[in-house]
């Protein structure tokens, strides 16, 4: 008997229960007219008359302990079932504030997009370049000043690795891979040793676009770069092409949108000239076509090269660049509606 009323009290202090029906049938198992502890009472009769005293103690404590447990089971089911209660499930959340799209993003997804609709698909490459990529590939001369230190941010003890100043790298990742006809665009990031201002940044980013066909011509390019300015900045927009330099283009140049601020009459934002130049551009020169693996006697091309900031502050006339790699949630949230 003794044996049995222990084996009860440790059975009884591990009772657990999640709800209050579990609770009742516990409840009904041990403390009820037919429960377990009611036959120990019955039993009793049969306990020897000097064993009675300590096994009726025992037997107390034990109808006691269990009284307590069960109540305790009750008391944090019922508190459980009243919060369950208060919990409504078909309430609408709490408003969530969501988050905008970098201005940077945006831009360069409308660029990508106007591209992707003229055939161009997406290409992209590494920010950490070889020198072959971002200069000699690209028809620099060894001793060209974009290579120096100024200019470039070299990976250290590697000479040879740079962070890449422009897109143009990508030009040679895609033609060293894939013949004609080749139609990307390709946005990245890009490096430049410059002190920070308002002007300049160390890091800005470009779309670099590249078109290599049998018979593409200068035509071709500067049909296309209209169309992109028109999409781009509205339907009256003008451009210009300005001759220019680029080692890996032949010929180069510059192109100029109408400025959109004074409608082309002058302002302080053109300087007074009422255009405002928005990238470079030209042929791709033959030699860069031949140190790609591109036979230059078959194929011709066109490439063009923009700042993505630059076209984000023409459109949202953000005269400080540093606003767009500072996040200040006050300036992203001015682009809601552009989302
Ligand atoms: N890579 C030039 C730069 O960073 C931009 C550029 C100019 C790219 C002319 C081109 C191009 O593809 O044809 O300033």
Redesign the pocket.
């Known amino acids: 008997m003794l044996e049995k009323i222990q084996k009860l009290l440790e059975e009884v202090e591990k009772l657990s229960a999640s709800s209050a029906e579990e609770v009742e049938a516990l409840r009904i198992k041990y403390l009820s007219k037919k429960g377990v502890i009611n036959a120990l009472m019955t039993d009793f009769r049969n306990v020897p008359a000097e064993m009675k005293k300590e096994v009726g103690m025992k037997l107390n404590d034990l109808k006691n302990k269990t009284q307590e447990k069960i109540s305790a089971l009750k008391d944090a089911a019922e508190t459980n079932d009243s919060q369950a209660d208060e919990l409504d499930l078909t309430r609408t959340a709490y408003p969530i504030a969501l988050g905008t799209r970098h201005p940077l993003t945006i831009v360069k997804n409308e660029i990508v997009d106007i591209f992707a609709r003229l055939g161009f698909t997406l290409a992209e490459g590494p920010e950490v370049e070889d020198d072959w990529h971002v200069y000699s590939s690209m028809n620099f001369a060894d001793d060209h000043p974009a290579r120096d230190m100024q200019d470039t941010f070299f990976v250290e003890a590697h000479p040879d690795i740079v962070l890449r100043?422009?897109?143009?790298s990508v030009?040679a990742r895609v033609m060293e891979r894939q013949q004609p006809p080749i139609r990307v665009i390709c946005p990245g990031r890009?490096y430049r040793n410059e002190a920070i201002s308002a002007r300049a940044h160390c890091f800005f980013h470009?779309v670099?676009?590249?078109y290599v066909d049998k018979n593409v011509s200068f035509t071709d390019l500067k049909q296309v770069l209209l169309l992109f300015a028109r999409e781009m900045f509205g339907k009256d927009t003008q451009i210009r092409l300005r001759p220019s330099y680029?080692p890996?283009?032949e010929p180069?140049a510059e192109m100029d949108i109408s400025c959109d601020i004074c409608g082309g009459k002058g302002c302080s934002f053109c300087k007074h000239t009422g255009w405002v130049e928005i990238?470079?551009?030209?042929m791709?020169d033959p030699a860069v076509l031949d140190a790609n693996g591109i036979d230059s006697k078959i194929y011709t091309g066109?490439?063009?090269?923009?700042g993505i900031e630059r076209i984000a502050n023409l459109k949202y006339k953000v005269k400080d660049l540093r606003m767009f790699s500072e996040n200040d949630t006050r300036f992203l949230e001015e682009f809601i509606s552009a989302n």
């Open positions: 100043s422009h897109t143009s030009q890009v470009q670099e676009g590249l680029f890996f283009t180069s990238l470079g551009c030209g791709v066109y490439a063009f090269g923009m």
